[in-house]
């Protein structure tokens, strides 16, 4: 996000020549010509093209002096760092589910001969599972989100209001569920991504709020 920069100064050449023309007074009582035409009255316009100038470069910070400014106020530019993402696989049909290794190493072909290196940072389940149902229970009522997750639009979560019962009881909170074409392996840990954009952003806060408080009373030692 570009840091917004102040303008330093708004003067342009005619203000600045306005300016000095109002000071003649002052300054050189006897000067009584004002006009183009008079030297003096060139001598004014000369150096308010050069302040001009000046006021320009003033207002143009380059990229090394924000980095320091920003470094002196304590947020230092970071060292690169890989980039991820979430990649997805499909198994050959009628393939046993399977593990990827971490540490593994996937291609994706970008385009124009170009194959991109991916790296596994955790061993990830694969199961020949497909999802063909969503529904959302916002503590009230359930909603079919099934249409709108096949056509790839945005889908609240547990709906657009939802509602936790106080005191908390679990059938009754909100929820998502999701429904594959097949069971998929108790034995088999299975992980799910899902993509936060736009005011989904905000519900995504909110789960990792609600993920932080829910691991800080666990960590909390119970009372005597």
């Known amino acids: 996000m570009p840091l917004p920069l102040p303008n330093l100064d708004t003067r342009r050449w005619s ?16 000067w009584t010509d004002h006009n183009v035409h008079d030297p003096g009255v060139t001598l004014i316009e000369l150096f308010a093209y050069l302040t001009e100038s000046l006021l320009y470069r003033a207002n143009r910070i380059p990229e090394r002096h924000r980095r320091k400014f920003l470094a002196l106020l304590g947020y230092p530019a970071l060292p690169p760092t890989p980039a991820w993402c979430v990649l997805g696989a499909t198994l050959a049909p009628a393939s046993a589910p399977t593990t990827l290794p971490r540490g593994a190493v996937l291609t994706v072909d970008a385009g124009a001969g170009v194959l991109l290196p991916f790296r596994a940072i955790d061993a990830a389940p694969l199961v020949g599972a497909a999802l063909v149902a969503v529904q959302s229970f916002d503590g009230r009522r359930f909603t079919d989100r099934s249409r709108a997750v096949r056509e790839l639009l945005p ?61 800080a009373d666990c960590a909390r030692p119970p009372a005597k």
Do not use: Q
């Open 15 to 30: 203000d600045l020549v306005d300016e000095g023309r109002a000071l003649i007074p002052r300054f050189a009582p006897g």
């Open 155 to 215: 889908v609240p979560l547990f709906g657009p209001n939802p509602t936790v019962p106080r005191p908390y009881v679990a059938a009754s909170a909100p929820a998502l569920l999701l429904g594959f074409d097949v069971a998929l392996p108790k034995s088999s840990r299975v992980r799910l991504s899902f993509r936060f954009a736009g005011a989904l952003r905000d519900e995504r806060r909110l789960l990792l709020d609600e993920a932080a408080e829910i691991a």
